[in-house]
């Protein structure tokens, strides 16, 4: 493939966007798409291959070219996809030749620059995981895979399945995940995700919801419900029969949760902007309560590799302080006999098992009924965790 100076120069536009102004990354790329329309299929496919695995391998690439520039970034990347680097491309660094022999020297470097982490994180996964942390590096450095969680309101994992066949999909079920597809081949767009037949989700996400074992007719609460994943596969496993409340601070992501259940069929869901006064009024409310917290996303660095390089130390702290705070007044909306799972998309037990240890430790009313941890090595899949507490 002949690399073209506008494409080129979009790639370099957006690693600038994410490395120097903190950009979310798909964000950043979907701007990038909106100001180029005249991109083809191919164009958009090499500048988010190019941007993704810059922002994945950014330290390893700076290794190998000597340079951290976004130009030699670009330059050391096009080189590992086996492409010609244009003449008119310049770049700080070394030249190809000695990119190639550079490449050699990469596996004996210190693991924080092979594995293109911060320093700091490198030693808290460690500190942390201890020997585990090796695996799910190199497990969440590996590309994302497409996942689709069948709408059991609209038919079975099966059919779904066929259905997506004839539309030039295809499609395998993922063991031990009942409704959840791993794309093979095809490309998913909006027409299709209109359907309402199936929603873009992890195969660990649709993991956690089953853990609140809601049923029909239930009261449920999705307290940080965002645009509504975990929300629309709730209302799915209670056959869209009961209540649910989506509870979130951010207006925008409930709108959005509004529009997906509607093409899903979801006539069940409520959504609320959280404010002062909702905790006083939904106490005791509910029967069971999903705290999907706000957390680092370790879990997620597969799909979201640009995480690693906006979270710091103080931002995972300030994090942990947010998480103990809602474990301390969220479980309040559970009824005397419902109860809640606390869950997050992280790998660090700081995050995950030591704040429901916590949690026990200070407010003897609630057991520890079922945990889980949903390793990134282990699955292939999202890091995630998931712990379902009862009323004693």
Request: some cysteine.
């Amino acid at each position: 493939m002949k690399i073209h100076r506008v494409l080129a120069e979009g790639c370099g536009a957006v690693l600038q966007a994410v490395f120097a102004e903190g950009k979310v990354l798909d964000r950043a790329l979907d701007a990038a798409f909106s100001a180029n329309p005249r991109w083809g299929k191919r164009d958009r496919a090499f500048v988010a291959e190019t941007v993704f695995e810059v922002v994945r391998w950014r330290r390893a690439l700076a290794f190998v070219v000597d340079h951290d520039s976004t130009g030699a970034l670009c330059a050391a990347q096009w080189r590992r996809m086996g492409l010609e680097i244009p003449a008119w491309w310049t770049w700080d660094g070394c030249d190809v030749g000695e990119m190639t022999a550079r490449e050699g020297q990469l596996p004996g470097q210190t693991r924080a620059i092979r594995e293109s982490v911060p320093d700091w994180l490198d030693a808290r996964g460690e500190a942390e995981l201890g020997e585990r942390w090796d695996a799910e590096l190199t497990a969440l450095n590996r590309k994302a895979g497409v996942f689709l969680r069948a709408n059991r309101l609209m038919g079975t994992r099966e059919g779904t399945a066929a259905w997506l066949a004839v539309e030039g999909i295809e499609t395998r079920p993922v063991d031990g995940v009942p409704d959840a597809l791993e794309v093979v081949s095809g490309r998913i767009g909006k027409p299709l995700l209109a359907s309402g037949r199936f929603e873009i989700q992890d195969a660990s996400s649709q993991r956690v919801a089953p853990l609140l074992d809601v049923k029909p007719g239930m009261r449920v609460i999705d307290a940080c419900a965002g645009a509504g994943g975990k929300t629309l596969q709730l209302a799915a496993l209670m056959e869209n029969r009961g209540e649910i409340i989506a509870l979130d601070v951010a207006g925008r992501k409930l709108d959005q949760l509004q529009h997906r259940a509607e093409r899903a069929g979801v006539s069940i869901v409520r959504t609320e902007v959280w404010s002062d006064s909702s905790l006083k009024q939904l106490a005791g409310w509910a029967d069971a309560v999903l705290i999907d917290a706000p957390c680092s996303g370790l879990g997620t660095l597969k799909r979201q590799p640009d995480l690693k390089w906006r979270l710091t130390e103080p931002s995972l702290e300030k994090t942990r302080r947010l998480q103990r705070r809602l474990l301390d007044h969220y479980p309040e909306m559970v009824n005397v006999s419902g109860r809640f799972v606390y869950a997050t998309c992280s790998i660090l037990p700081s995050e995950n098992e030591g704040q429901v240890e916590a949690l026990l430790e200070r407010d003897p009313r609630w057991k520890l009924e079922r945990q889980e941890t949903f390793s990134p090595a282990a699955t292939g899949h999202d890091g995630l965790f998931g712990a379902r507490l009862v009323r004693l």
